[in-house]
């Protein structure tokens, strides 16, 4: 045999086991996410939301430090970085349990985006002495009703989130009190 043939063979038979590893891997993960419950899905979700909102409680308290130090740059960093733990959020891909709940998350997310956005503006015009303290009251006020609406948002995501676990809450206690009666 050619020793070339031989070498060339030997690689693609390399090749061709590594692609299907990758092949088989591939499909594995597949069966294994097909295989999750709704329950389990809706937890996975719930966990990767509340691992982002952590993250974005620190980038939250950083721009509220930024806003105590009067330090415009650290407060567009912190915004910068906020927005992108909210669209941390945004991205996921919720399960069907939890697309009106994703769809209120993501309301409150835009709404709370664009205050921190707002809210940086207003403060570079107090920088550079271009506002009116009426004017400024005024911005202020608009920033709060921006932010308060993405509460709201997300508070109403979390009703709904809250009455998805209820059915689930009753069939368990209900099943508790049967086995106590037992």
């Known amino acids: 045999m050619n020793p070339k043939k031989t070498k060339h063979f030997g690689k693609s038979a390399v090749l061709v086991c ?30 990767s939301v509340s691992q982002s909102i952590e993250d974005l409680g620190t980038e939250l308290d950083a721009f509220v430090t930024a806003v105590g130090e009067n330090d415009l740059a650290a407060m567009k960093i912190a915004a910068d970085r906020a927005g992108k733990s909210m669209d ?7 399960p069907e349990a939890m697309k009106d709940v994703h769809a209120e998350y ?8 664009n205050a921190l956005g707002s809210y940086v503006d207003v403060y570079t015009k107090v920088e550079a002495g271009s506002i009116s ?14 932010y308060d609406d993405g509460i709201k948002h997300l508070e109403k995501g979390d009703t709904l989130v809250s009455a ?12 508790e009190s049967d086995e106590a009666s037992n």
């Open 164 to 175: 998805l676990a209820a059915p689930a809450d009753k069939s368990n206690k209900k099943t």
């Open 88 to 94: 941390g959020i945004k991205d996921l891909t919720a």
């Open 18 to 47: 590594a692609l299907s590893l990758v092949v088989i891997a591939l499909v594995g993960c597949s069966a294994v996410d097909q295989q999750k419950t709704p329950a389990e899905l809706n937890r996975a979700y719930m966990a």
């Open 133 to 146: 303290v009426a004017d400024l009251k005024a911005e202020l006020s608009s920033v709060q009703k921006i």
């Open 106 to 113: 993501c309301a409150g997310i835009d709404s709370l985006q």
